[in-house]
């Protein structure tokens, strides 16, 4: 009986303590950002990037899936790596720096294996922030037609 009150306890604490989290799928774009070790030097113009997309988000952080865990040679988790990310919301494009904090490979097929990558927010413009919490505190437009085309059912 006791076990199960601390049960309860530790999953009320647990849902007030973690931030809500939003399922939504959109395009993203990850590029590295600046080498800790090149001080203040600025990034080229044309650093490589890679498309993936989200897969939820929250107030401290984003999950998204891209093809591969390595852009060129560095890997996006770990090494306090920096990466700029660019997200398409209804009420605009936000662009935000993330920590890659941990990944899951999630494919059955080293040639078909995507990556599930959670990366926490360490950088975003008051502007966009604004625009980013407006919508994670929208509620999601439920879908009652059929095949998202807006035909009712019945």
Known sequence: ??????????????????PKRREFETSIIISL???RNTGSLLTPKNTP??????RDLSSTGIGFVVSSIRLNESYLVG???????ELNLPGGKIKMDLMGQRY???????S???????????????TDREVYNE????????????????????
């Not at 990037?49 to 989200?54: Q, V």
């Not at 090494?79 to 990310?85: K, M």
């Open 104 to 110: 899951n490979q999630i494919g059955q097929h080293v």
């Open 112 to 126: 078909a294996s995507q990556y599930l990558v959670g990366a926490k927010i360490i950088k975003i413009s008051d």
């Open 135 to 154: 919508f994670l505190n929208t509620k999601p437009q439920k879908n009652t037609g059929s095949l998202k085309l807006g035909i009712d059912e019945g």
């Open 1 to 18: 009986m006791i076990r199960e009150w601390a049960s309860k306890f530790r999953r009320s604490v647990n849902k007030r303590t973690v």
């Open 33 to 35: 950002g600046p080498d």
């Open 79 to 85: 090494e306090g790596r920096v990466l700029n990310a």
């Open 49 to 54: 990037s890679i498309r993936g997309e989200t």
